[in-house]
């Protein structure tokens, strides 16, 4: 399995593009200390286990500070433009549904992760760009700590920034059972967001 960065004017655009768009570039995000996924893999199985996303389908879960799933939702792209701030929005008004805001903190002690199902191939393109800047904005207002930003292909998945991914699941491919998720035993607790978040978890 390869990965890479398109070859394409989204991968060129100039600051102030970025800025209009409201999109982070891999190297801008790779630069802002996202906390890793112990084990990735693990993560979105899980998720993929429970919400079944489809092409154009997002998920967003939050984690809590012993690595625990503590709230997570799943919800269409609408058709338009890919747009950082639009998608703050809708991430933003998802989390506010599933859990309270952490804004009252000094530090955050919670972490959100978004996992997003999409056509194409595993390269960055604008629209994960618009992702990543929307995760990013959004946990800053509902005082969170962004987490991981994932890409579900027809290639498999991977956690942008990390260089770390696998051929399933795929965005075509029929999730495994949930239950099987939840029998792992559990891993020992590293920095940075879970591993072992999914497995007595349950979406709200």
């Not at 389908?57 to 747009?83: G, I, K, M, N, Y």
């Not at 972490?111 to 960055?124: F, I, K, N, P």
């Amino acid at each position: 399995m390869t990965f890479g960065f398109a070859p394409s004017s989204a991968a060129s655009l100039s600051t102030s593009a970025a800025s209009v768009h409201r999109v982070l570039e891999p190297a801008e995000w790779a630069a802002a200390g996202i906390p890793l996924l112990r084990n990735p893999r693990e993560v979105v199985s899980g998720l993929h286990a429970r919400h079944h996303p489809r092409p154009a389908t997002a998920v967003v879960a939050v984690l809590d500070p012993d690595e625990r799933l503590r709230a997570s939702a799943s919800f269409a792209r609408r058709q338009a433009a890919a747009d950082g701030w639009m998608f703050r929005n809708v991430l933003l008004a998802q989390l506010r549904q599933i859990i309270p805001h952490d804004l009252r903190r000094r530090t955050p002690v919670r972490t959100a992760v978004l996992l997003y199902c999409r056509d194409g191939d595993a390269r960055w393109t604008e629209e994960d760009g618009a992702w990543m800047w929307g995760l990013r904005d959004a946990c800053t207002l509902h005082g969170l700590r962004c987490g991981a930003y994932v890409t579900l292909t027809r290639d498999g998945w991977q956690v942008l920034g990390e260089g770390r991914g696998g051929r399933r699941p795929h965005a075509h491919s029929a999730p495994e059972p949930f239950g099987a998720a939840e029998a792992l035993s559990p891993l020992p607790r590293t920095g940075g967001a879970a591993s072992e978040v999914l497995r007595r978890a349950a979406a709200r």
